[in-house]
């Protein structure tokens, strides 16, 4: 099986029994004047695409290798990891469903609200 994804900022990754292409590297914006590294919403936003999210494929294909990591085994109804770029990009395919992480569910979000209103 094949499968083209493109990641942020239009890199493309394809999947040809194991060969992968794109490359893609983070500097921080500046640092502070104490040496601290400083980042931008978008350097941000760059680093949390690479987080593994939980994705329920629609579809079947063998591992998928990439320059961060193997993913896979896709089976339809079987969860797997991936970055959430590539969950965000099957999901617009409409090959996956995303899995709401365990912070974002309305149990776990109602206990923080109650922990910070108590402070």
């Not at 493309?12 to 794109?22: E, I, R, V």
């Not at 893609?24 to 949390?48: I, V």
């Not at 770029?85 to 569910?105: F, G, R, S, Y």
Request: aromatic share 10%.
């Amino acid at each position: 099986a094949c499968c083209e994804l493109r990641g942020w900022g239009g890199f493309k990754f394809q999947d040809h029994g194991g060969q992968s292409s794109g490359m893609a590297s983070l500097t921080p914006s500046g640092t502070t004047a104490g040496g601290e590294m400083k980042f931008t919403a978008r350097d941000l936003e760059f680093l949390a695409e690479d987080e593994l999210v939980e994705i329920v494929p629609h579809f079947r294909s063998e591992e998928v290798n990439l320059l961060s990591g193997t993913y896979g085994d896709f089976q339809p109804r079987m969860p797997v990891k991936v970055p959430l770029w590539m969950a965000v990009e099957l999901k617009n395919q409409m090959m996956c469903t995303i899995q709401l992480p365990h912070w974002l569910q309305m149990e776990q979000l109602s206990a923080q609200y109650s922990e910070d209103d108590n402070h």
